[in-house]
């Protein structure tokens, strides 16, 4: 009688630490390093700002962002004035696990892209 009940406690045991279910507000972390003048939203950004460019662009593709951040990464400054080359910047956003995929997915020029870290 106390194997089955023992057993069943452990298989509960490891369903829960093993479960990585997303919380309310949870979500996937993406990174998209930035470009000179290639990005999609590039035309945008002295507008409306970069978060609101990035922000919209995301959205009119049917991805809400969570959270945004930009970090500066000093190992990602090409010094060179082609479109393709990175600034440093880096744009971080926080979306939905059903959202990450689709961002994933988005069709951005070919030499850059979104990736979840």
């Given amino acids: 009688m106390k194997t089955p009940l023992l057993l069943s406690l452990l298989a509960a045991s490891f369903l829960f630490f093993a479960c990585k279910c997303e919380e309310p507000g949870e979500g996937f972390t993406h990174f998209y390093t930035e470009t000179q003048c290639a990005d999609p939203w590039a035309g945008e950004v002295n507008t409306v700002g970069l978060e609101n460019a990035i922000t919209t ?47 994933e997915n988005l069709v951005v020029p070919d030499y850059n892209q979104w990736t979840r870290y």
Avoid: H
Avoid at 85 to 103: H, N, P, Q
């Fill in 57 to 103: 662009y995301l959205a009119d593709s049917g991805i809400q962002v969570l959270d945004f951040r930009e970090v500066m990464d000093s190992t990602k400054i090409s010094f060179c004035q082609a479109c393709i080359c990175g600034t440093g910047r880096t744009m971080e956003v926080k979306v939905s696990s059903a959202d990450g995929l689709k961002l």
